[in-house]
């Protein structure tokens, strides 16, 4: 539990179990969305590499 001055009311901060089944299921889930969807994201981003206009960005 965090208190604080500036907050009106205190609050927690959960912190996901890395060792839980679930947890793991879950990652794997979605490292194999990644990995299955890295051809639709390289083309994604050559798109946008074509069209993002970066002249005035710093």
């Known amino acids: ?7 009106r009311a205190p609050y ?3 912190l996901p179990d ?5 947890f793991i ?3 794997r889930r ?3 969305l990644i990995r ?3 051809a639709a994201e ?11 206009d970066l002249d005035d960005w710093e």
């Open 1 to 7: 539990m965090i208190n604080h001055p500036d907050l």
């Open 12 to 14: 927690s901060i959960g």
């Open 18 to 22: 890395t060792g839980s089944p679930e």
């Open 25 to 27: 299921k879950e990652w």
């Open 30 to 32: 979605q490292s194999r």
């Open 36 to 38: 299955d969807n890295a």
């Open 42 to 52: 390289a083309e994604d981003m050559a798109f946008i590499e074509q069209v993002v």
